[in-house]
């Protein structure tokens, strides 16, 4: 195992795209941010599910497969996109409910799925200081379900944010999201780490599957948690991604090699 | 010899004439918008003032931002969405407020180290993505607000006067709401536009038509000025009409490092790494900003600090698609 936990065949960043494309539904229509959910969606697209759709904030609509993008918008993923909007148009097809799937990632997230992308510490005064919410808090309060991906640390995983930016099930009690005025039936569904998967019960995450096939346990895990997670009963090991997909996921979804264990490669000069 | 004046109080009277509300005025009629980038925005461009830039990632109007800065027009308020050359407005100390869903403020980029250092770094208003573009739809819209449902639920309404939560006047239900926001200025660069300001911009859109059209003062940057004719065989693809631009600036490959539909690609990161660290972005600002009186030196000087055929690896394969047929 190196660094990035790689057992030779594949790594945890591997298993990252590979659980997240397994959460993808046939017919699901997918908000996706920078990053390994673009890799997530595509590897969906080139295997199970084809008929998927995948927006992509700037205002771009799809139903088929692209160029893998460095960034969100280049003239890869707009070129023989169904549709060109913007940002505006995007949100509403959210907003009104239209979209089933959202998938970010995450500065930090909580035991109830609320997710930081501002500030550790004090807002006026912060220890750190990240960019900011983006599309992020729009795609968690509108969408059915939204996956959120990171690396996963105690220092990532504590029990409570300093700052919400995108909400998941606030503090936990039930209706507190409708109470708050998001939409009925959204929320957090699953969140991906390099270590686990985990689900919702009751608003609160749960270990749901260890990545066992690059060598993570369960004691590990726990200890990247804040605090004492609760595991599901019918915990297992992550499916491993097939030999088929880890040949899509080179070959055809990443062929230029921009993302290795997770960490976007320098650009050779052209966004394309 | 009064004409020859430039500046002082001559030079507020008639900027203020120019940039009246109504930019249907008189002298706007009778005179050409066209105009080099230099004169469109000093006449158009204010200290003081909320700017608005186009271009969430694709085409924005990097010549004109480059020009606010060899102008040095400062104390600006911000509005855009993942404005890429925005960084050069930090680094110069030139914004006092940014109005954005993000911002990188991270004290390992030298641009915002070196806005620290000189106590120059803006107060940052935070909403979301969706929220910046509600907030210009309203203004585009003439509303004092537009309810959201997000951003509430979020931490981001304790820190933003802005942003808030209201009751449904029909349902009675829990809504956010957002202010509007109306930029004094708003610069869009596009594929094409007729001399009178007619534009028309493709491709993803990000917060584009709303941001420019909340604009009060709208300068139009632009690859070719076309034909009227052009637009008005077109014209579904027009994103501001004429009468609401006060200016029109012709300027190929204006939105470079970013890419433009159909016209190039873009070098974005290769902008990063160059405007980076420290040394790298003080030869830039030095060299290709202050050390240039225009974008077309920019682009010669840009093409000579770089590998033979820089320009040319941003040329696309262009597709077309069947005409839009009109008639009558």
């Known amino acids: ?272 | 010899m009064i004409f020859a004046v430039s500046g002082g109080l001559y030079g507020r009277i008639a900027r203020a004439r120019i940039t009246d509300k109504k930019p249907s005025g008189k002298v706007q009629r009778t005179m050409s918008k066209v105009m080099k980038m230099q004169e469109a925005i000093s006449r158009f461009v204010q200290s003081g003032d909320i700017l608005f830039l186009s271009g969430m990632q694709h085409g924005e109007p990097s010549a004109a931002v480059h020009e606010i800065v060899r102008q040095k027009i400062d104390h600006l308020t911000l509005v855009s969405a993942l404005t890429a050359t925005s960084n050069l407005l930090l680094g110069e100390g030139l914004l006092d407020k940014v109005v954005s869903g993000y911002f990188n403020q991270d004290l390992r980029s030298y641009v915002v180290h070196k806005a620290k250092e000189m106590g120059r770094f803006p107060v940052f208003e935070e909403v979301s993505h969706f929220g910046l573009s509600m907030a210009l739809m309203a203004g585009q819209m003439g509303v004092p607000f537009l309810p959201i449902k997000s951003q509430i639920a979020s931490d981001m309404p304790k820190y933003n006067r802005n942003i808030t939560t209201m009751q449904c006047p029909f349902t009675g239900e829990t809504i956010g709401a957002i202010r509007a926001i109306n930029p004094d200025v708003g610069i869009i660069h596009v594929q094409r536009a007729d001399a009178d300001g007619n534009a028309q911009k493709w491709g993803t859109m990000g917060v584009d038509a709303e941001g420019i059209n909340a604009s009060r003062r709208v300068i139009v940057t632009t690859e070719k000025i076309v034909d009227a004719d052009v637009i008005r065989r077109d014209p579904n693809r027009t994103i501001i009409p004429a009468f609401r631009v006060s200016a029109v600036v012709e300027q190929p490959f204006g939105a470079h490092p970013m890419h433009l539909a159909g016209c190039y690609s873009g070098d974005m990161w290769g902008y990063y790494a160059d405007t980076g660290p420290q040394e790298s972005y003080e030869t830039y600002v030095e060299k290709l900003v202050y050390g240039v009186k225009d974008w077309d030196e920019y682009l010669k000087k840009r093409a000579a600090m770089k590998p033979a055929g820089y320009f040319q690896n941003f040329a696309i394969k262009p597709v077309k698609s069947e005409p839009v047929t009109s008639g009558f």
């Not at chain 1, 992020?136 to 991906?149: G, K, L, W």
């Not at chain 1, 699953?190 to 004691?219: P, Q, R, W």
């Open chain 1, 1 to 272: 195992m190196d660094e990035n936990n790689d057992n030779g065949k594949y790594s945890a960043a591997d298993q990252m795209v590979v659980a997240g494309a397994h959460q993808i539904r046939p017919d699901d229509v997918i908000y996706v941010g920078l990053g390994l959910p673009f890799l997530s969606a595509l590897l969906a697209k080139y295997t199970h599910a084809p008929n998927s759709t995948i927006i992509i904030e700037n205002g771009i609509v799809r139903s088929t497969g692209f160029t893998l993008p460095r960034s969100t918008d280049t003239p890869g993923s707009q070129f023989m996109a169904d549709q060109l909007s913007g940002l505006f148009y995007i949100n509403t097809l959210g907003q009104a409910g239209y979209i089933t799937t959202g998938f970010i990632g995450a500065g930090q997230i909580d035991r109830y799925g609320n997710v930081n992308d501002t500030c550790v510490g004090d807002y006026r005064n912060p220890v750190h200081r990240w960019a900011g919410s983006g599309g992020a808090t729009d795609v968690i309060s509108f969408c059915q379900r939204t996956i959120t991906v990171l690396r996963q640390s105690k220092k990532r995983f504590p029990e409570k944010v300093d700052f919400i930016t995108c909400p998941g099930y606030l503090d936990g009690r039930p209706g507190q999201r409708e109470k708050a005025g998001l939409s009925l039936g959204t929320g957090p569904a699953l969140v991906i780490t390099d270590l686990a998967c985990y689900t919702f019960e009751n608003g609160e995450m749960v270990v749901k599957s260890v990545h066992g096939g690059v060598g993570v346990t369960l004691e590990k895990v726990k200890a990247e948690v804040g605090w004492d997670i609760k595991v599901a009963a019918d915990v297992k090991d992550t499916p491993p991604p097939t030999d088929e997909e880890i040949k899509i996921l080179r070959e055809r979804v990443d062929p230029r090699r921009i993302w290795v264990g997770g960490k976007r490669q320098a650009s050779r000069g052209q966004e394309d």
